[in-house]
């Protein structure tokens, strides 16, 4: 199982998915308020973001990601990429 | 509109549907909460591109004790340490009360003369159900300190009563075993108050305890055999994080290779592999607690056991007795032990997700528990929703045999001081020698209650060694060299993915004759594979992003333990508990009434000892193998020309 966007309108920026995730599975978008599922093949499903999702923004799904959405990420970590680098040039 | 569907309507189809179609289903439809808003706006399921994160106004911390991980050890060592007016720093990779095994408990057990426990059949059940290898001396601190315990998680808030969510009516109790649905999100809310999770944070805040969360730490940083601190990086944003220390207690947890969906898949040896490198002795790495599933339904955490982690926890114990001591004991080997052995070896999977009733109730009633649902029965109060169990808590390969596994601090030890000056281990996967020994005997809800006392014992011995001890800083040279080795998989240009990585790991070490029923060959075939995993897959592991860095480095330590089991499991030539050889079907107390030791030598290579438990540990050796050992593998006795008995397989029933 793994935590999945039930709809991203009732996300109200609460940022407790965030907060408590140990899997590192969620970052949070400044500008917009709004959390982002950034790796789901890492969550455990212990269930934690869901029940503290203030605007009830998240689900639990029977699926299992096995290997990160690929082309999903390769258009996402751009910026991940540029970070990585900068702190390898410092 | 369609006729509108509740939310749980749906999960209650859900179980008969592929779960793609249930995603497909679940997106053309309107929510259960949405049913009373007047207009329905169209749901937007995709995620937004991931941002960067900034690095923490802190990077650089100075304490008398640091505490690595934030679960039940680290809680109790940061709490100790601090009540003996040391500064106290904790680093943890999740977030206090949510990483590592916190988030798993479901229960909580103590001895307690008042309630009638009778210490002697306590200790007779631990000795016979560890099959002699379990510490006696560490039984004796638990039934001293246990209640204590007790009531310092109790005061805490941790062990808080309220209503379960059957007896709430947010979980819908009507035994259909179709239904297995309810108002997770509701039943929290209302209990919110008793969060145990929220809880750990709270009482650090308390203490003036300073934690850095998201913090994966890297290394143990030692100076002529004298502890300095630790280096790590912040995980969202990889920052280098550093840490010196006078003290250090390591509550880093143990680990599992885990396929993805399933639960405690933050643990994944991290402090292990820092003992190891640092030249520590690691045992019990042949006792693996692989709870093996071929259920139905593998991987469905949420829905098979969230409930015991959303209710409050389950306060056990007053069910072993003097007339039950030994046939408690010989259960719990059937159940635990001997039940996965025949089911994997029989392909048969116990549970289609029929008669969960019955199942519920047999899971109360085979630990001692009442389905009367009689509130005075306080000690048993819990268990009795009807829910999926499925098959599988928290399936899980690498997972060590409770308390078994860990850094090996001799057997005089009863605090997890190790021999590198200043430096202590603490808890499950942590410490190893605990008084589990090769099985778990115990009862549910020993390891959360255990591994505080411990955590409080080594937060204590921590403080008062740090009140003498002079501050020697990590150098900066160190902490170059840590960085650089953090960041080593961010330059690697062609590589593999580190979630690839650990699919294979899973799938050379998760075959039942590689982990349950185990021989020289199988056992020596994996080790060729998980030596070319280090060789050649380790060094180029690639990271795109620090979520994929930490996963690398993860991934490294899973290697090295998967070697270290394998190791362990090759030179324990016997079976006993949870290591069952089908080359060696038999006890053989007269070579392995020992504990395996594996140790990095000066040359790099592993160094494999045998350390014989205390004479007192062993039990009556003059007492005849029957009475010994009172359930048998398969081919045990036939190979020992004893007379066989009728098989009565494990919980699961006769196979």
Redesign the interface.
Known sequence: ??V??????KCIGCKSCV??????VF??????K?S????P????????C????LG?SL??????????QTS??A???V??????QK??DR | MAKSISRRDFIKG?AGFG??S??TA?AGMP?A?AESETEL?E???????????EAPAKTEYECDVLVIGGGFAGLNAAAAAADQGQRVVMLD???PG???LS??PSSHRWADKEMGDDYDALRKCIQHGSEYLGNMDLYEVWLEESKGTYERLRDWGILDQYETAAQSGFYNDSGDPADCSGD??G??EKFIQHDR?TKFAAVLKEKGIEYAD?TMVTNVIVENNKVCGAVGFH????AIITCHAKAVVMAMGGGCY?????????VTFDGEYIAYNLGLPIAGKEFDDFHMTLSWAP?????NN?WT??DPLWLCGGDITPETAISYATTKGKVMVLDRVTKSMTGLAVSDGTGVEDMTKQDVTRRGGSTSENPAEVRFGKCNDTMYKGDIYGAAVGFGAHLTNGVFCGLDDLEGRTSIDGLWVSGDGMMACGPTGAAYPTGVGFTSNFVSTMGNRAGKAAAEYAATAELTKISDERIAEETEKI?AP??VEKGF?P??AR?QLMNIMSPYWVYIAKSEATLQAALTQVEYLRDKVVPKLQ?????DV??CLEMQHKVLNAELSLRASLARQETRGLHFRTDFPYRDDENFLCFITLQKNADGGMDIEKVPVKDEWKGDLSEDYKSRYTYYFPRELETLGLPAEEETGGWGGKK
């Open positions: 199982m793994s999945a966007r039930y709809d991203l309108n907060t408590v995730c140990p899997m590192d970052r949070f978008d400044e500008a917009a709004k982002v599922i950034a790796y093949e890492n969550c455990q499903s212990c269930g934690q869901f029940v503290n999702c009830r689900t639990i799904v029977n699926d299992m990601y096995g290997y990160a999903y990420r258009a996402t970590t910026a991940m990429n540029r970070t990585a702190v390898i | 859900m779960a793609a249930a995603v679940l929510a909460h706006v749901r937007v399921t995709t995620e937004l591109p991931i941002p960067e994160v990779k999740g977030r949510y990483s590592g988030p798993w997770y999100q039943y929290h999770r998201y995980v969202p944003s990889g885990k396929p993805t969906g399933f639960p405690t898949g933050g991987g469905n955490a949420f829905l969230n982690y959303l960041l961010l330059s993915d979630n690839w699919d990271a795109a992003s620090f979520h930490r996963l």
